[in-house]
């Protein structure tokens, strides 16, 4: 089994479409607001799996939050962060699975390319 995606850009049109989405949030939309932590300031994992229940979201927090880099501080304040399904939505839509257990020689088993 590959880690190397097959599409490289996917990963990068993934965390835009976080951004876009986070940015484009009204007050009656559904989405999960999180309160970051004194511990999860330079832990995305940590929220990742209090809010996903598992340690692959980092770059979807990293991007909800609007940091550049990995190493930013992510400081303590309120987060948006998509829903499960609108989670899902987002990895369609840009061809990318952060979950091993979703991938298969470099690209989502849900993928029907």
């Given at each position: 089994?590959?880690?190397i995606d097959q599409n490289t850009q996917a990963a990068r049109v993934f965390y835009r479409l976080v951004r876009d989405f986070v940015n484009s949030i009204?007050?009656?939309?559904?989405v999960?607001?999180?309160d970051?932590?004194?511990d999860e300031v330079l832990d995305l994992i940590k929220v990742s799996l209090r809010v996903y229940g598992r340690p692959d979201e980092h770059l979807c927090v990293m991007a909800a939050a609007g940091m550049d880099t990995v190493d930013e501080p992510l400081g303590q304040r309120r987060i948006a962060l998509p829903t499960e399904a609108q989670l899902r939505s987002l990895k369609q839509a840009a061809g990318f699975e952060?979950?091993?257990d979703?991938?298969?020689s470099g690209k989502p088993t849900w993928s029907t390319d």
């Amino acid at each position: 089994m590959s880690d190397i995606d097959q599409n490289t850009q996917a990963a990068r049109v993934f965390y835009r479409l976080v951004r876009d989405f986070v940015n484009s949030i009204k007050p009656w939309d559904v989405v999960t607001y999180y309160d970051t932590g004194p511990d999860e300031v330079l832990d995305l994992i940590k929220v990742s799996l209090r809010v996903y229940g598992r340690p692959d979201e980092h770059l979807c927090v990293m991007a909800a939050a609007g940091m550049d880099t990995v190493d930013e501080p992510l400081g303590q304040r309120r987060i948006a962060l998509p829903t499960e399904a609108q989670l899902r939505s987002l990895k369609q839509a840009a061809g990318f699975e952060s979950r091993t257990d979703y991938r298969e020689s470099g690209k989502p088993t849900w993928s029907t390319d």
